[in-house]
C-alpha cells in the first residue's frame, strides 16, 4: 500500500531547494534524477534550477540543450561551441597522455581544443590531455565580493584551484570537459552543486572543493585541509532544511515505508546530524539543539524507524543538553539492535545485517559511559558481550567488528 506517501517527491524538492537562484544542479541516476524532473514538469518547483544527468551530459544534444534557456533557467556558459562538443569530434574522449607538464591551466586550454591546437592531438581523431592537475585561477576579490563563500570558511578560498584527475582516472570524458568549461566560464557567477552520486562520476576529484548548503553540495574556490571534515554553510543550510524542505508523512505510523524509502530518509537525517554537528564546532550550542530536535520531530521513530544516524545523534544530544532525549532514543535503539542480533544470529546470517547492530550497540555503551550514564550502558554493554561471544562460538572472523 502506498497512499498517502509524499517523500519521493518532497525528497526531490527539497534537492531542489538546496539550491542558489538559477542553479546548475549535476546528479548521477535515474533515482536522483527523475523525481527531481517531476517536481519542475509537473508541480512547477524551483523551474529556475537546471537538473543535469552526467549519463546524458556526454552527448552533444543533451549539451545543446543545456545551451538554451529552459523556463527560468538561462543558458549554460561556456566557452566551447557546439560543434567542440559533437559526436564523434576529438573531444568525446580525451585521455591523459604523459608530458613533462606537471599542471595546465584550464582556460588556456579550453582556448586551445576550441582553436583545435595541433599540440593536444594524440592522433587524427582525438585530443587529450597533457596533464593530471588542471587549474583554475580565482579572483579572489571578486569571490568575496559576490558573498558566496561563507565568512567562517574565508580563510580556505585559494587563488588557484588545483583540480585532479582521480587515481585511476586516465582521461577526461565530455561531462567531465563540459562542467570545466561551465565552472570556468561561469566565473562564480553560477551557482554549480553536485549530489553524492554525481560527485563519484566525475573523472575530475571535485570533493576538497565543495560545502554542503542543504542536501545539495555547491562547489566553490575553496580547499578543504581536513578531507575527513564536511565543510557546511550552516546559516543557508539551517535555512533550507528548516524552512524549506518538506517533511509529509514522515511522522504517520500508519504509511508504510520499505527500506529502499527509508534510505531517503535516512540521508536527510545524515544531513541534520552533519549540520548540528558543524554548528557544535562553531560554539553555537542553541542552533545545534534546534536542529536536532526539529530533525526528530519530522522524522520521529514513531513514522520511520531510527537508524544507525540516530545512534550518531545521541552524542549530541548530550553535548546540547539534552539528557532525556538523548537517554530515550539510546534506549529505542538498543532494544532494537539486541532483537536485531538475535534474529541474525539465530538465522546464522552473519554479513552487514547483524555487523551494523553489533557496531551500534558498541558505540551506544561508549557514548553513555562518557556521558555518565552508567546504568544505561551497562545494560548496552551486556546486550554486546552477549551477541558477540554468540558471535564467537560460530567461530567467524571477528575482525568485522
Known sequence: DRSKR???????????????PNAILFTGGDNDTFPLWYAQEVEGVRTDVR??????YNTDWYIEQTMRQTYESKPFPYTLTAQNYRQGGPNDYLPYFETNIKSMDLEQYLDLLKRGHDALRI??????????????????????????????????????????????????????????????????????????TSLAQFNVDLSPHI?????????????????????????VTADNMMNKFQFRGLDNPDIYYTQD????????????NILAQALLEEGDTAKAREVLLFSLTKMPDEGVPYDFTN???????????????????????????????TYYLARREFGRD???????????????????????AKKVEEMYDKHRQAFETNSLDRSNF
Open 51 to 56: 537538473v543535469i544527468v552526467l549519463s546524458y
Open 123 to 196: 592522433h587524427e581523431s582525438a585530443n587529450g590531455v597533457p596533464a593530471r592537475e588542471i587549474i583554475l585561477n580565482v579572483d579572489v576579490d571578486k569571490v568575496r565580493s559576490l558573498g558566496i563563500v561563507p565568512k567562517d570558511l574565508d580563510s580556505l578560498i585559494v587563488p588557484k584551484l588545483r583540480l585532479q584527475l582521480r587515481p585511476g582516472a586516465n582521461a577526461l570524458e565530455k561531462k567531465d570537459l563540459a562542467m570545466l568549461d561551465v565552472l570556468a566560464t561561469a566565473n562564480w557567477e553560477r551557482p554549480l552543486y553536485v549530489n553524492n
Open 261 to 272: 524509502y527509508r534510505n531517503f530518509v535516512q540521508n536527510h537525517r545524515s544531513s541534520f
Open 211 to 235: 560545502v554542503q548548503e542543504g542536501n545539495a553540495f555547491r562547489i566553490l574556490p575553496i580547499a578543504n585541509p581536513n578531507p575527513g571534515i564536511d565543510l557546511v554553510n550552516t546559516a
Open 311 to 341: 545512534g550518531q545523534m545521541v552524542e549530541m544530544l548530550f553535548e546540547v543538553g539534552e539528557k532525556e532525549k538523548a537517554i530515550e532514543v539510546a534506549n529505542v535503539m538498543s532494544t532494537r539492535y539486541d532483537e536485531l542480533a
Open 6 to 20: 509524499y517523500f519521493s517527491v518532497d525528497s526531490a524538492i527539497n534537492y531542489l531547494q538546496s539550491c542558489a
Open 354 to 376: 547483524l555487523q551494523i547492530p553489533m557496531l551500534m550497540l558498541g558505540e551506544l555503551q561508549r557514548m553513555l559511559y562518557k556521558y555518565g550514564e552508567a546504568d544505561l
